[in-house]
């Protein structure tokens, strides 16, 4: 079974093996924050009864990402927070009466939201200013280590944005939704790399077919034969899909 991991103080993290998924666990004396519940019911029971056990309560859940509707009726009544209610970065400590965006304030006292791209609002990264944690979402996952490649849903834009904001922020410990754990800036810092060269290399194909006026159709056909055996053909052949409805508006 998965357990939660404490990875700095007051900061656990219960990492599916099976799903690579990861949820976040905020928590004080009598409190807890929910970050990123997978619909996995048996990580939801785990996470639940070590709460219960320690006398936490449930006070919010958040999502750095689209809203997931597997959870929803877990915690029934617990304030949601999502990207929708942020436009710039600010305390996720938000003020009281504001269904689906309340946060209790002496738990989340450091933590910020940041928002990622304005090409997509409902993205965001949770940000510790003292502990330097960032849980960003569905993003920045090991391709090194074959855990997961970008994934370029509505375009390449808005991921070029995010990892300049990422950038930007002093991070030691950054906690992606799906995949490992990255600790120290180098590690950090690869991850980054990786995903900005997966980037470009993608926008750089789209680009130099279109100018070539080779059809989407045999970009497509020629990538999965040459890369038959990648493991994450599906999503890569995705991504281009999507790169090219982007930059073929701009061209």
Avoid at 99 to 107: C, E, F, K, M
Avoid at 112 to 119: A, D, F, N, R, T
Avoid at 128 to 149: H, K, P, Q, S, Y
Avoid at 152 to 180: M, Q
Wanted: contains cysteine.
């Amino acid at each position: 079974m998965n357990r939660p991991v404490e990875v700095v103080g007051s900061v656990w993290v219960l990492h599916n093996s099976a799903s690579g998924r990861n949820t976040g666990i905020l928590v004080d004396d009598k409190s807890a924050v929910i970050i990123d519940p997978t619909g996995d019911q048996i990580d939801l029971a785990t996470i639940d009864k070590g709460l219960d056990e320690q006398g936490r309560v449930v006070e919010a859940v958040v999502h750095t990402h689209r809203l997931s509707s597997n959870d929803i009726e877990w915690w029934s009544g617990v304030p949601r927070i999502s990207a929708e209610a942020f436009e710039a970065r600010s305390s996720l400590a938000v003020s009281a009466g504001q269904p689906h965006r309340v946060a209790p304030t002496d738990l989340l006292g450091g933590w910020e939201v940041v928002p990622l791209s304005k090409q997509a609002p409902t993205r965001m990264a949770l940000y510790n200013v003292w502990e330097r944690v960032l849980f960003c979402g569905e993003m920045l996952a090991d391709t090194a280590a074959n855990e997961a490649i970008p994934l370029l849903e509505g375009g390449s834009r808005w991921y070029i944005d995010a990892l300049e904001v990422v950038k930007e922020l002093d991070v030691k410990l950054l906690v992606p939704a799906l995949g490992s754990i990255a600790t120290g800036k180098r590690s950090i810092r690869k991850r980054i790399e990786a995903d900005h060269n997966y980037l470009y290399d993608v926008r750089r194909l789209v680009i130099t077919s279109i100018m070539g006026e080779v059809s989407l159709e045999r970009v497509l056909a020629v990538t999965a034969d040459l890369h038959e055996d990648f493991p994450f053909l599906v999503e890569h052949l995705a991504n281009i899909r999507a790169v090219w409805a982007e930059l073929s508006l701009q061209s």
